[in-house]
């Protein structure tokens, strides 16, 4: 078993948004840092969410007034270093007669408004369903009124790979495919035994302070010889999402009361879709084996189809996604209650740090970190260097204004005056000025190399298996993009079987940390 030389100062279980958002922001800071994954980035949790970086306006009906403030102020702050996979987007709420009352809803947008630091985001309005534009894809007759309010959009997988990118430029070792079987704790010093599950080799790596976000797995972690006995407890909650080709032209998005109380999204979804979401289940079961239920389908089919003029069925829907969210169990008597807020539980065995993240949401995943490491600055040498710093400095690609993608698209088009207008759009919100670093010194088509269909190219998947720990047609078409939604099955077996000829296990990311 082969053991890493060095003794890390942090090493991080779980590549989901919280373990390389913790990644990030501890090696920003000074410390030498290690993250294993064991499956792909953003494989579990954090590639199923809704997309939404919002402040979560539900959440105040169950008084998470703080948690509901740190996500208002997040928005704008990760929009700022994201702009190119972050985008503002307003949503529609229909007043709907027999459930929460106007002046309900007036006064939640109110607050909405007010409390989060909201600067560039426009405020709230209310809108005469009847005469805007936004009225038209409803019943009509039956909704009148409604409030139309701010949020931001986000491409969660790609948010966080970008985080796992920026700590790997920063001198973090980034292990995918790479699941930590035993932990102990001796002499002051965490022992993490890992395997490669593509390969099977085995390794160990040291390190002075250990974190568990392990999200869905937090508690099977612990149960890896750490040594404690965990007084927190996670709820596993099943959100469900079902995608549909695009319900209408405008591009806004509709948020939706039920008659249960839950609420709704209705979302325009990568130029052609609609996407529509999200249940809220207790979920007993392994984690990684999460479907979208026929009674989940059938029930954003009725709730979606509550307010549309054109009901929604499930012989609509084009493809279905469900995760695992691993909240804190607060003891809410239902899924929907159960807070969304972060716990962490510190355990010292020995006198050394073991931090297990127990909740958390997208949208607050940055300053759960810069929290996770003040909890844990006593035992790292370096906590305080550059505290604070993550809201300020630009994820990879975001190098720019804002308002400036369309001055990018326009920018690669120059550049590069073979790709059609949808193809450098795409590039651009992908990769955002690091696009020009993916199509490199290309004159024409033919430079990109083969092309898998709906504008992929070698030279895309040869960038993301260099760059972004891709292995797989899976981790390119669904997590780096969500390309499966137009690839024909053919197409992505012969992404798969390019990989395999081409370039199994050619990546240096598998092994090397990904550094590029």
């Known amino acids: 078993m082969r053991l890493l030389e060095r003794i890390f100062d942090l090493a991080i279980i779980g590549g989901g948004v919280n373990g390389c958002g913790i990644a990030r922001d501890a090696v920003g800071r000074g410390n030498t840092v290690f993250l294993c994954e064991m499956n792909d980035l953003a494989s579990g949790t954090s590639s199923w969410s809704t997309k939404l970086v919002h402040g979560g306006l539900r959440y105040l009906e169950y008084y998470e007034f703080r948690l509901v403030r740190e996500a208002l102020i997040e928005r704008e702050i990760l929009w700022g270093i994201a702009p190119h996979i972050i985008r503002p987007l307003r949503f529609v709420l229909?007043?709907?007669?027999?459930?929460?009352p106007a002046w309900l809803l007036r006064l939640g947008l109110f607050l909405y408004d007010h409390i989060g630091g909201r600067h560039l985001l426009p405020a709230t309005r209310s809108v005469d369903l009847g005469r805007d534009e936004v009225g038209r894809p409803l019943i009509p007759n039956r909704y009148s009124r409604a409030f139309e309010y701010s949020d931001c959009f986000v491409d969660d997988a790609r948010l966080v790979v970008l985080n796992a990118r920026d700590a790997a430029d920063k001198g973090a070792e980034i292990r995918t495919r790479t699941r930590a079987t035993e932990i102990r704790q001796a002499d002051g010093v965490w022992t993490v035994s890992m395997v490669n599950t593509l390969t099977g080799a085995r390794s160990q790596v040291q390190a002075r302070a250990l974190v568990n976000a392990g999200g869905p797995w937090v508690e099977d972690v612990l149960g890896r010889g750490a040594g404690v006995n965990a007084k927190a407890k996670v709820r596993l909650v099943q959100g469900s999402h079902i995608v549909v080709k695009k319900l209408y032209d405008h591009d806004r998005a509709y948020m939706f009361q039920n008659a249960d109380g839950r609420i709704i999204f209705v979302i325009p979804y990568q130029d052609d879709f609609t996407l529509i979401g999200t249940t809220d289940r207790d979920y007993d079961g392994d984690p990684a084996k999460v479907k979208a239920t026929p009674e989940e389908i059938q029930y954003l089919c009725a709730a979606a189809s509550e307010y549309l003029a054109k009901p929604v069925t499930s012989e609509d829907v084009v493809w279905t996604y469900s995760g695992v969210r691993p909240l804190y169990d607060d003891g809410a008597s239902e899924a929907k209650a159960a807070t969304r807020d972060y716990v962490f539980e510190l355990d010292t065995p020995g006198g050394s740090p073991l931090l297990s993240i127990y909740g958390g949401k997208i949208t607050t995943y940055r300053r759960l970190a810069e929290e996770a490491l003040e909890r844990l600055s006593p035992y790292l040498r370096s906590a305080k260097a550059r505290e604070g710093w993550t809201g300020k400095w630009p994820l990879p690609g975001g190098d720019m204004d804002v308002s400036d993608i369309d001055g990018l698209i326009a920018e690669l088009q120059r550049g590069y005056p073979f790709l059609g207008h949808a193809h450098a759009r795409r590039?651009?919100?992908?990769?955002?000025?690091?696009a020009i670093k993916l199509l490199g010194d290309a004159k024409s088509a033919a430079d990109l190399g083969q092309a898998f269909g709906a504008t992929l190219t070698e030279r895309e998947v040869r960038y993301l298996m260099a760059n972004e720990w891709a292995v797989t047609a899976e981790d390119i078409v669904w997590r780096r993009?969500?390309?499966?939604?137009?690839?024909?099955?053919?197409?992505?077996?012969?992404?798969?079987?390019?990989?395999?000829?081409?370039a199994v296990l050619q990546s240096p990311l598998l092994e090397a940390g990904g550094r590029s």
């Open 94 to 100: 229909p007043h709907h007669a027999g459930l929460r």
């Open 427 to 434: 590039l651009a919100r992908a990769y955002g000025t690091r």
């Open 481 to 502: 993009s969500k390309l499966g939604l137009r690839l024909s099955a053919d197409e992505v077996a012969a992404l798969d079987d390019w990989i395999r000829t081409n």
